[in-house]
């Protein structure tokens, strides 16, 4: 949200300077391909199991309803402009600034995601996050059920990349930096290349 913020102002102050608008069309790019990971990321993370799908459904659904919303507002905005008049561009800019504007603020009332923390070892703020989002005591069975299938499936994440990592060679720069293993893995799989293709296709249509 910072980022679209920021090179959405960049670009609102690029009227006679090309080089700021390719600057701040740049930064909020950025932004928005952060964002567009982050999300469902998250969403899938703390969402309950039963509606998992449901939620990242709902969200692939509200990013095309808004890019042709999107449409139509710049549609709109072209045919009302007046040339010596820069407001009905403005207002295309600054309709996204107020709406990240709010998404950013609200980020303040949200915990980490659960999963996230237990992964990096903080139980406790993890057992606070999930009582957070499911509204119910950390002594319920459907909270310690699926405690227990956060660990479990964290550990078998552990157990996959070291064994991984174990089968790399002893000088390989991949055993340094668990990055670029991650990359290789992504590159050298046909199903990641086919899902990450997808994905880029989708972005690029939208």
């Known amino acids: 949200c910072t980022l679209i913020i920021i090179g959405s102002a960049l670009w609102m102050a690029s009227a006679h300077h090309i080089a700021l608008l390719y600057i701040g069309r740049m930064i909020t790019g950025v932004g928005v391909g952060i964002s567009s990971v982050c999300s469902p990321v998250f969403l899938v993370e703390t969402a309950p199991r039963q509606i998992r799908g449901l939620c990242t459904s709902v969200y692939s ?8 919303l999107g449409y139509a507002v710049n549609l709109g905005a072209s045919r009302g402009q007046n040339p010596r008049n820069n407001l009905i561009w403005q207002i295309v800019v600054v309709l996204p600034m107020v709406w990240h504007a709010f998404l950013l603020a609200t980020t303040f009332f949200l915990h980490e995601s659960p999963r996230w923390l237990l992964d990096h070892g903080h139980v406790e703020k993890a ?23 956060m660990r479990e499936s964290i550990s078998d994440e552990h157990r996959l990349q070291a064994e991984r990592v174990a089968a790399l060679p002893a000088n390989s720069v991949m055993r340094k930096y668990k990055t670029l293993h991650k990359l290789h893995i992504v590159l050298t799989s046909r199903k990641n290349l086919l899902k990450v293709g997808l994905g880029v296709m989708i972005q690029v249509l939208v």
Do not use: C, K, W
């Open 61 to 68: 659904v509200s990013i095309y309803l808004g890019a042709m």
């Open 127 to 149: 057992a606070r996050s999930l009582q957070f989002y499911r509204n119910l005591d950390e002594t319920h069975p459907a909270m310690i059920e699926e405690t227990q299938l």
